[in-house]
């Protein structure tokens, strides 16, 4: 039986960017603010309040960092576009029997595919630390959901960013500054209170980035499944 296209491409992408480089990006700097942020914050930071009731820092922290699997694996799609269209495997591909629907396709399933995978793994090594994670098969699902809508969404930002900028290195100044922007002016590390700097709090609120992590604390720190559905819905 032959696969879909879109499959035969995703397959393909996969095993492309399954090199030491991806998986760092992709691991080791999620885990990396797991251990550092988490290990030394809680020791300052004794508990964050919530409408549940105060948590620790680190099962604050959990949720923000698997979000983040979301943005890290979007930006992914931008670069690999870079890549075969650098290297001439772009037009390789198209001049086969694939269609660019068939080609955004596979780096979109991709990029699902690594922020599911990433995920699983940080939140693994979230169990190993002092984190309380509320695991269901309902907050799995939609936790799923949740990182599926997100990375989709960065991917095709990103996507639409490879496209426009014509120098590799445009693409990568802005793509890095964009990253680290929506990483840090989100609600991934610390909570946004009243005491917030109000430009912090505007940024914050027009992030995308943090709707996708109020979902997943909702769901895995609080297990206030329904409550997740209305930041889904803003993504």
Do not use: C
């Amino acid at each position: 039986m032959k696969l879909p296209a879109f499959i035969r491409l995703t397959i393909r992408n996969v095993r492309v960017n399954m090199d030491p480089g991806t998986m760092m990006f992709m691991l080791g700097l999620p885990a990396l603010y797991l251990a550092v942020l988490g290990v030394m914050y809680e020791g300052i930071i004794t508990s964050v309040p919530s409408s549940g009731g105060p948590v620790s820092y680190m099962t604050f922290l959990a949720p923000g960092v698997i979000g983040m699997e979301a943005l890290t694996a979007g930006n992914i799609g931008g670069g690999m576009l870079w890549a075969d269209r650098r290297w001439g495997m772009l037009e390789q591909i198209l001049v086969g029997p694939f269609r660019r629907i068939d080609y955004l396709m596979g780096i979109m399933l991709l990029a699902v595919i690594f922020a599911i995978g990433g995920s699983t793994i940080m939140a693994l090594i979230a169990f190993d630390t002092s984190a309380h994670l509320f695991i269901t098969p309902l907050n799995i699902l939609l936790l799923v959901v949740t990182l599926a809508i997100g990375t989709i969404f960065f991917s095709s930002l990103f996507l639409i960013l490879a496209i426009r900028l014509k120098s590799m290195n445009a693409y990568n100044t802005v793509t890095i500054v964009l990253f680290f922007f929506l990483d840090f002016a989100s609600s991934s590390f610390y909570p946004i209170t009243s005491k917030t700097p109000f430009i912090l709090q505007v940024f914050v609120n027009l992030n995308p980035l943090s709707y996708i992590v109020y979902s997943a604390r909702d769901i895995l720190s609080y297990n206030l499944p329904n409550a997740a559905l209305q930041p889904m819905l803003v993504i």
